[in-house]
């Protein structure tokens, strides 16, 4: 029973702690971090595909088929 009670224990310090202690963003917030995320990514998509069309053109310079 000790397992038990101690187990609800914790779900409600994890209930406070989500519920009151922790500062959620705001929509707009949310919506720029998202926008951030989402554009890097696209720069970082770009980029290892220029680089894989690089590293292909120079394999094949060197490896011609």
């Known amino acids: 029973m000790k397992i038990i ?3 609800i224990n914790y779900c409600k310090a994890c209930y406070d702690e989500l519920a009151h202690k922790v500062t959620w963003p705001t929509r707009k917030e949310l919506t720029q971090s998202a926008v951030v995320v989402l554009s890097a990514s696209l720069i970082i998509a770009v980029v290892v595909w220029l680089m894989d069309v690089v590293f292909k053109a120079v394999m094949s310079s060197i490896y011609p088929s």
């Open 5 to 7: 009670k101690t187990f």
